[in-house]
């Protein structure tokens, strides 16, 4: 691919509207007075140098070299780069354009819009997570869109998913798997007390911040207590709603009929994963491991992992029993048992 010119890259930044004329002016007279009176010939060199001034990102430069200068301007949001995307959505690290707050913009793609199960499931996970508002729950704030682009307005947290780090570290320190499990239940309790059952818990959805703080990401699937707002959870072609390595048995036999427990059978089998490195089942087809679920129990976390004692094990066993009355009652006991534990270290 040939590179950009100068005036090229120029150019295309100026489409973008991402720098302000003004700024841009200021940046390229100061370039000039370092380049004896003219721009270098150099695009990379004037695109470091934008970077530098804080005008456009990395992320920018690479979509602008490319000759793709369209859709960084979302509303009232300036899009800086991609933070990670599924076949749910696209999520992007966003800055209001007046307000300069970092924002984790949630976009639904164009090709979802048309599909009404999508969409709406889009528009509830807006409905659920602004109405809860706890230290362990990412926050929503808006909701909007830009003709047929969708987006949530989300709080931006800075840190890692416990898939992430699990997956970099291997399995956690005792103290700090139960620590991350507890805070999550903590959050669980909270949504559960307001009528919402998240149905997608897995490490994935549990980011950790910089300070060790849990933040309970994607309500995507979640199923709201409310029944004119859980109409809006449509009983979908798709028999099973959630992910196969952590999905309870009753989830997987009816999404629409689960309680909260449900969840905390899934906050089950994450604590595992954060003990062993690894799902409960993680041999055969999504259909071969959703049916182990149903019948199997996994192998025991000591087998693998000798250090783990006795009470903390019996813990995540109590968690993923298959039949929900065999569980935990509430979050609130989940989060209890593991805090006990911990203070017994």
């Known amino acids: 691919m040939a590179k950009l010119s100068v005036d090229q890259f120029l150019e295309f930044v100026e489409k973008s509207k991402l720098a302000d004329p003004d700024q841009l002016r200021k940046t390229l007279d100061k370039l000039r007075a370092e380049n004896s009176g003219s721009l270098p010939d150099d695009a990379d060199r004037v695109a470091e140098a934008l970077i530098a001034a804080d005008l456009i990102t990395k992320w920018h430069v690479d979509k602008l070299m490319d000759k793709k200068y369209k859709g960084f301007i979302l509303g009232k949001y300036k899009l800086l780069r991609l933070l990670g995307s599924g076949g749910m959505s696209t999520v992007y690290l966003g800055e209001h354009i007046l307000m300069h707050r970092l924002r984790a913009i949630k976009v639904l793609p164009k090709g979802r819009v048309n599909d009404s199960s999508y969409l709406a ?19 929503a704030f808006d909701i909007d869109n830009v003709g047929d682009t969708h987006y949530l307005v989300m709080e931006y947290i800075e840190g890692k998913d416990l898939q992430n780090i699990v997956k970099q570290e291997g399995p956690l320190p005792l103290e700090v798997a139960c620590n991350y499990i507890a805070q999550a239940a903590d959050g669980f309790q909270y949504a559960h007390e307001n009528g919402l059952v998240h149905r997608d818990v897995k490490p994935a959805n549990l980011l950790i911040d910089s300070k060790g703080t849990v933040k309970i990401l994607d309500l995507g699937l979640a199923l709201l207590a409310d029944e004119e707002r859980s109409s809006l959870t449509v009983a979908h072609n798709e028999n099973v709603l959630g992910t196969a390595d952590y999905l309870s048995p009753e989830q997987a036999v009816n999404s629409h009929k689960v309680d909260s427990r449900a969840d905390i059978y899934s906050l089950g089998c994450t604590l595992y994963f954060a003990l062993t490195g690894h799902a409960p089942f993680t041999d055969g087809s999504l259909a071969q491991r959703i049916a182990k679920h149903q019948r199997e129990m996994p192998e025991d976390i000591r087998k693998e992992r000798a250090e783990v004692p006795r009470d903390l094990a019996d813990i995540c066993w109590k968690m993923i029993q298959k039949r929900p009355e065999r569980r935990y009652a509430r979050m609130k006991d989940v989060s209890e048992a593991l805090k006990g534990w911990l203070s017994s270290r």
Do not use: G
Not at 121 to 139: C, I, M, T
């Open 121 to 139: 499931r889009f528009v509830r996970e807006a409905q659920a997570a602004a109405s809860l508002d706890h230290n362990n729950v990412v926050k």
